[in-house]
């Protein structure tokens, strides 16, 4: 299947029903993990120790592979869930907030910057759909320019998370918080679009009359051409601004570290599937 680039028509201006634009965040927006890009500030503030470090990294290493399945994915979620219990929500708003550039702007795909501007040009709002808890993904939207933000609800008492999650805004949910604003917000599902890499949102790219999988796999391309949904390839990660401050040597040593334990830990791996 080759390409497709989206026809984006502007909205009629007479008063039309209002559309909007679902963008995933994870590897369709951004070349990266959210949750994983800012394990270092995390570490760096108390919040994480180098064990949770190394835990998240094999995460990370497993989900930008596109290895999690169901299951695996919902160890991660369980694994977060307990992670984050007890933390100051302001403590991580603000560590959030003062990264955000820094950790995310390099790994924003010029691609998906490019479409955003063509949908607000268009008249249509933006929405950010991420399974990342919303305390990282709302300064992310902002940078962006986004309009309104889906994404999963943690519990919080007393100004800590309390591990329980309100709301797991993955798979037949995102189509579920996808409805509600749009009912609230009064969207035409059927004018609107929805764009993401992961199979697991095949329901929300459903629930849109314009849907576009990214850089899909072999599985997401079959389930596009058996849909009709558009085929892209997102391929230039791009800084939304200049980076001013170079990164300090100890960051680099720390991300070298990660690295390597990430690449041991696949090599162990695969020993242990040829001898099986």
Known sequence: MTEQ????????????????AFFDLDKTIIATSSSAAFSKPFLAGGLLSHADVLRSAYAHFVFMIGNADADQTERMRAHLSSLVTGWDVAKVRQIVTETVHELIDPY????????????????????????????????????????????????????????????????????????????????????????????????????????????????????????????????????????????????VVGVAAVGVAVWLIWRAARRRARRG
């Open 108 to 251: 924003v795909y010029a691609e998906a910057v490019q479409l955003i501007a063509d949908h607000h040009a268009a008249g249509r709002d933006v929405v950010v759909v991420s399974a990342s808890a919303a305390v990282l993904v709302e300064p992310i939207a902002a940078a962006l320019g986004a309009d309104h933000v889906l994404s999963t609800q943690m519990s919080v008492a007393d100004g800590r998370f309390t591990g329980e999650i309100d709301f797991y805004n993955y798979g037949d949910n995102k189509a579920v918080g996808v409805r509600r604003l749009a009912a609230r917000e009064e969207y035409d599902l059927a004018e609107s679009f929805a764009y993401s890499d992961s199979i697991t949102d095949a329901p929300m790219l459903a629930a849109v009359g314009h849907a576009y999988v990214v850089n899909p796999d072999r599985v997401l391309k079959r389930r596009a051409a058996e849909s009709g949904w558009g085929v892209l390839a997102f391929t230039r990660p791009i800084a939304l601004r200049p980076r001013i401050e170079p990164v300090p040597v100890i960051a």
């Open 5 to 20: 680039v989206p026809q984006i028509a502007p909205r009629p201006m007479s008063r039309a029903p209002r559309t909007a």
